[in-house]
């Protein structure tokens, strides 16, 4: 830390500053929580960011925020006040770093300022407000502030009141230690991996410790975001690591259940996968909805207006959220039923509950769209074209061909596609050409569904639907194949495409866009994979040597999707954010 005494030499002293390094000004006559100023200045996510009386700038705002410095020392050194110049915004900021984050933000360098609640950050220019401003900071507790802020603001029912009472502790413990969240995450992981290894005994005792161990990797979960939260450690590792663990455990879990039933013998893979199945397709439900909507022109209707207005009722907000089965309430769910029950009964039960939230959100959303008078934005249309996951086939036909105009075709074009190719899986004669006949009419109808830009009231539902028949497709043909270890299979091959198509899901949500289009030529897109698994049960009706193929597909989407996901979120281009969590 270094003392200037005035502009000038502060920015000599920036100057001297390696390039690559974070730096901060601070007016000495700052008064304030530290934990307001870890908010300001020591958050990794933003390029700038300012407080009362403090600002900091990474390397890549660096060279902005030199030449606002030196602009300020000029004006001063001319006789000029130090204050916004023509055409500038005026603000109540009079110290130098307050002027200099209204000039990084003229000049286009966004300066998050963040909410700091009951927290003071202040300049006091005269002794009374000195003594205001420290009688302010000595009646917060900054401890309690930065505990409570490190638990996010809107969770589920079992998290709120059954987990993060406690896990916060748990994340302070963990920072004293200096322990980091991706530690924790990975902990979490494992955790869930000896949960599945328990479950996978088929025994009474291990479907206890099963239940256990899972509640607590759901602890570690939360806690890994508090921690994240409460030392302001947001990484891009950080991002990859959360956003992916969570599947992989709850798939894992499926999985462990799944051999478990089958040492007692009981076959429940069609379960397990269809269970998968579900609740990918509800997350693929919620962020096409979100995409979609998030920046709509005039996003309101009246549906919304009623949620609105049911949110001043506290107990109905709570209802809400535990009707959606949110993750906390769902690995409650299954880890006590894991305990006292069987696999079949957790599978039902998780069918059931899946499937009714399901209907709830849908018919809400369905409604909103429905009601809403909302233009929809190129970027939302963009979003929805990278989900709809459409692979070369799709994308010849979307060029040859448009579909017509109206507001909805494409959701129309995506069920006709998905009603025949289904209709043909479950009810033609297993392994007909005829269900090949149907895939390809699928993947000609799908390419015409997304020929034009995804704008419609009613457009987002086309990539839950392309979900929704890519993984039953595979869950069908392979519950139908009566070839050993068929469905096993499948369930490998779903868990790499949803991977894939989870990966898609949070590069938009970091801003950073869709993976390349070379990784979705190269997994053939959905119509592709549908279409080839369509094949290959007519090639090899009722041949183990199904089985491998489906084996072999599984691994070589798993490999290439994973090396280039790796590949993104190791890369300095990935967003700095730790994933919030989703509440479905």
Not at 59 to 77: D, F, I, M, N
Not at 95 to 119: F, H, K, M, N
Not at 326 to 346: D, F, K, N, Q, Y
Request: charged letters at 15%; hydrophobic letters at 50%; one cysteine or more.
């Amino acid at each position: 830390m270094t003392a200037a005494a005035d502009a000038g030499e502060a920015a000599d002293v920036l100057a001297a500053v390696p390039m690559n390094t974070r730096v901060a000004l601070v007016d000495p006559r700052f008064v304030g929580h530290v934990h307001a100023l870890r908010l300001g200045l020591t958050d990794p996510r933003f390029a700038a960011a300012s407080i009362p009386g403090a600002l900091t700038a990474q390397p890549e705002a660096r060279p902005a925020l030199l030449r606002a410095l030196r602009r300020a020392v000029a004006a001063v050194g001319a006789g000029s006040p130090l204050a916004p110049s023509a055409g500038e915004p005026v603000t109540e900021e009079r110290t130098v770093p307050g002027r200099l984050a209204v000039a990084l933000d003229v000049e286009g360098t966004a300066v998050q300022r963040p909410e700091l609640g009951s927290l003071t950050a202040a300049v006091p220019t005269t002794p009374e407000a000195r003594t205001e401003a420290v009688a302010a900071v000595a009646a917060v507790d900054d401890e309690a502030v930065r505990l409570r802020s490190a638990v996010k603001a809107h969770d589920g029912f079992f998290t709120t009141f059954f987990i993060s009472p406690y896990s916060r502790y748990i994340a302070r413990w963990c920072a004293r230690r200096g322990l980091t969240p991706n530690q924790v995450t990975t902990a979490s992981l494992i955790t869930a991996l000896i949960a599945a290894g328990c479950a996978a005994t088929g025994t009474r005792g291990g479907y206890v410790a099963a239940g256990v161990l899972l509640l607590f990797s759901f602890v570690l979960d939360c806690t890994d975001g508090q921690l994240a939260r409460y030392s302001l450690q947001y990484s891009t590792m950080g991002a990859w690591l959360d956003a992916t663990f969570d599947r992989a455990k709850e798939y894992a879990y499926y999985a462990g259940l799944a051999l478990g039933a089958a040492r007692g013998g009981d076959d429940v893979w069609v379960l397990a996968l269809g269970a998968m199945v579900l609740q990918a397709c509800r997350h693929v439900v919620d962020f096409s909805f979100n995409e979609a909507n998030h920046d709509a022109v005039s996003n309101t209707s009246p549906t919304a207006a009623l949620s609105d207005r049911l949110d001043s009722v506290g107990w109905t907000v709570w209802l809400r959220r535990m009707i959606v089965l949110p993750i906390g309430e769902r690995w409650a769910m299954i880890a006590v039923l894991t305990a006292v029950t069987t696999p079949r009964v957790v599978f039902y039960a998780l069918l059931v509950g899946c499937a009714l939230a399901a209907c709830y959100t849908t018919a809400g959303r369905l409604l909103r769209s429905l009601t809403r008078k909302a233009q929809r934005t190129d970027r939302a249309a963009l979003a929805l074209h990278d989900l709809a996951d459409s692979g070369p086939i799709a994308q010849a036909f979307a060029a040859a061909l448009r579909r017509p105009g109206g507001g909805f075709t494409a959701p129309v074009l995506a069920f006709a596609g998905a009603l025949v190719l289904l209709a043909a899986v479950i009810f033609t004669p297993y392994g007909g050409w005829l269900t090949v006949g149907a895939a390809a009419l699928y993947a000609v109808l799908s390419g015409l569904a997304v020929s034009r830009p995804l704008k419609g009231a009613l457009d987002w539902l086309v990539p839950p639907v392309f979900r929704a028949a890519e993984y039953c497709t595979i869950l069908v043909l392979a519950a139908r194949s009566d070839v050993p270890h068929a469905v096993p299979a499948a369930f490998g091959l779903v868990s790499a495409v949803a991977y894939h198509h989870y990966d898609t899901v949070y590069r938009i949500r970091g801003g950073t866009g869709a993976p390349p289009r070379w990784l979705v030529r190269v997994t053939l897109g959905h119509e592709g994979r549908t279409l080839a698994v369509a094949v290959l049960a007519a090639v090899l009706i009722h041949d183990p040597a199904f089985t491998t193929a489906l084996t072999a597909l599984a691994a070589a989407v798993a490999l290439v999707v994973l090396a280039e996901s790796i590949r993104f979120w190791v890369s300095s281009s990935a967003p700095a954010v730790h994933d919030e969590g989703e509440l479905a």
